[in-house]
Nanobody, 126 residues
Framework: WQIVESGGGLVQPGGSLRLSCVFS?????????VAWFRQVPWKGREGVSC????????NYADSVKGRLWISRDDAKNTAFLQMNSLKPEDTADYFC???????????????????WGQGTAVTVSS
């Protein structure tokens, strides 16, 4: 199995990026909750956002509410993180994660998720 993130890069403060997370065919994504985490070297991994397998429920860290938006396209086995109004403190490596779950809730806890991608780097700087 494989999870591949893309879309990271350098962006100025106030700018936007759209991260993508493509799941290999071993995943039937419709039965997985998906989350995005981020990490900087001097801190642990922080949960940013998650979405249930149904897509009905989303959860966001307080620090990103109203600026970042998670979505999914199960037909393409892909999840997205739309990042708007970016701030320098959003600079981090961003990771996509998944867990097999049909619960109508999702958690921003690192230990919840079984499958992880390798990450994509986001730098917000002028």
């Amino acid at each position: 199995w494989q999870i591949v993130e893309s879309g990271g890069g350098l962006v100025q403060p106030g700018g936007s990026l759209r991260l993508s997370c493509v799941f290999s065919s071993e995943f039937s994504l419709y039965s997985y909750a998906v989350a995005w985490f981020r990490q900087v070297p001097w801190k642990g991994r922080e949960g940013v956002s998650c979405i249930t397998s149904s897509g009905d429920v989303e959860n966001y860290a307080d620090s990103v509410k109203g600026r970042l938006w998670i979505s999914r396209d199960d037909a393409k086995n892909t999840a997205f993180l739309q990042m708007n109004s970016l701030k320098p403190e959003d600079t981090a490596d961003y990771f996509c994660a998944a867990v097999g779950s049909v619960l109508n809730r999702c958690l921003l806890s690192e230990t919840t998720y079984d499958y992880w991608g390798q990450g994509t780097a986001v730098t917000v700087s002028s």
